[in-house]
C-alpha cells in the first residue's frame, strides 16, 4: 500500500490557555503516530495559563475549577484519530503531570480526587505544553490579516515591538471568554463615570488588594449611608466566585445583595445525563435550538457548582433578587462617591439600590477578537455567523469569505462543551480534522 504523504500545515492559536495547549498537545501525539503533521504557534500575552494562575484578573488562582480534574487535554478520549492517539494522549494526562510530582498523585486520591485549584491548572498546563516540546510566542496579538489564502499575524513583543510572524497560518484559533463587558456608569448628569468601589467578574481578582482595603470600613458612619454593603450583579458562576472570596475575608455578616434574573442560585452537580450530552456529540446535533438554548442555560444561567454553592450559602446576611439593571449612576454627595443602581424586578416594579461595594459580575466578551481583523466581514451578523458555525468550530460561508478562522467559544450551535474544559480533547479534535 503507497505510503500516505503528510502535508504540513499552520496553525496560530491566539491565547495561551487550556485550548491551546490541548491543540499543541494533540498535534504532537498526531505527528509522533505520524497521523498528521500541524504545527500549533501559541500567542500569549502574558503566561501560558495567565487567567487561572492569579494576579491576572478572572481568579485569585486559589478558587477551584468546578469541573472534574479528570476533564482533561485528552478528555474524552474517544478521538476520531483512533484508539492510539488516545494512549498518547494519556501522556499528558492530570494523571501523569501528578505522578511527575512527588507524592502528588497519591495525595490527591487520599484528599478525594478534588478539582484543583486554579493555579495548579496552570502548573498542568505549562508542564504539558514543555513536555510537548511547544515554544510559545510571548506577545499580544495586534492583527490578524488575510494574506493570499492563509493568515499573517503581527504581534508585539514583550518590549512592546511590534512584529508580523514570519510563517502564514493556514488557519487561526481564537480563545479565551474575552475582557469583562461593564454595564455602563453614567454621573448624575448622564456622562459616562467611573466609581473606585466598582469591581467587574476579572479586574476584582486583580484588584484584591483594594477590595481587602474596602472590607473594614465598611459599615462605618465616616462613610455615608448604605442600603447595603456589597451588591453583586449577575447570577452565574463569576458573581458566585466573587461572592465566595468576600465570605471567606471578612463578609460573612455584611449585608450582601444579588441581582440576578432569578431569584434563586440553583446547585449544578455532576449529572450522567447532562455530562453525556457533552461527550456524546451526534446527541446535541439532533436537539432543536430551544433545546439547545434551554439546556445551555439551565446550566450556566443562576446555576452555580456545588462546590462553590457550599461556600456561599455560609452567607449570614445574603438576599437574592430577582431584576435587570436598568442603570448605574455615581454622584459626589458629601465628598463621597455615591453609587444608585436601578433595578426592574421581575414583577416590573423598581428599586433604587444604594451600595458601598459594587461588582459587576454580569459576563465577558466572547466577541474580543473581532478588532483584530481588519478584514472582518462588514455587515454580517453575529447571530448568522455564530449560528452556522461549522463542524471544525470555524466560521463559514456565506458569510466567512476568508481563511479557517476557528472560535470555539462561540460554538454552542455545534457543542454544549466546545467552549469550557468539558470536552477538551474532542475540541482538539474537531479543529484538527480542518487540516488532515
Ligand atoms: C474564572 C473562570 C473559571 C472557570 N472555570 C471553569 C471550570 O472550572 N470548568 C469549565 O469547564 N469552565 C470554566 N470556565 C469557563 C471556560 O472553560 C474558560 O473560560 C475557558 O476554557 C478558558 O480557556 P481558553 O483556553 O479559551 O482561554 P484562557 O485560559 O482564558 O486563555 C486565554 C489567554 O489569552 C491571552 N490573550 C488574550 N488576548 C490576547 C492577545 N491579544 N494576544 C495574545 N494573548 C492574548 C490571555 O493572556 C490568556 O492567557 C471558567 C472561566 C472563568 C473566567
New binding site residues.
Partial sequence: MAKQVLVRKRVAV???????VALAVKTKVLKALKLQDTEVVI????SI????EGG?G??DGEQR???LAERDLGFPYKSLYGRTADAGMLNYSWQQFLVSRAQAYSAWVDAGRKPPKHKMFAHYLRWALKRAGNNPVFG??TQVQQSGGQWSVE?EDAAGTRQTHADLFDGVVM???GPAKPLQVLDDAGRPATCSRIFNGEDFWRRLSEVAALIPTMGSPTFGQFDTDILIIGGG??AA?TLAWLLSNGCMSHAVQVVATRAVLHTRVDSLFENKLFSEEDTWKTLSSASQDEFFNRLNRGVVWATVIDKVSAAENLAIRDGKVDSIVVKAVNGQEQLSVTVTQGNATQIVIQPYILIDATGFDSRWFKPLLPQWPAGARDQDLEASLGDELQYVAPHWKLPLLHAP?LSKRVGPGF????VLGGMSDRILRAYR
Avoid at 491566539?14 to 491551546?20: C, L, R
Avoid at 495559563?49 to 487561572?52: L, T
Avoid at 467552549?419 to 468539558?422: C, F, G, I, T
Wanted: hydrophobic share 35%; charged share 15%.
Fill in positions: 491566539v491565547g495561551g490557555g487550556p485550548k491551546a500567542f500569549e500575552k502574558k495559563g495567565a487567567a487561572w491576572d478572572y481568579s475549577l468546578c469541573t499580544k496579538v504581534y480563545t479565551g471568554p458562576g463569576t466566585a467559544m467552549a469550557s474544559l468539558m
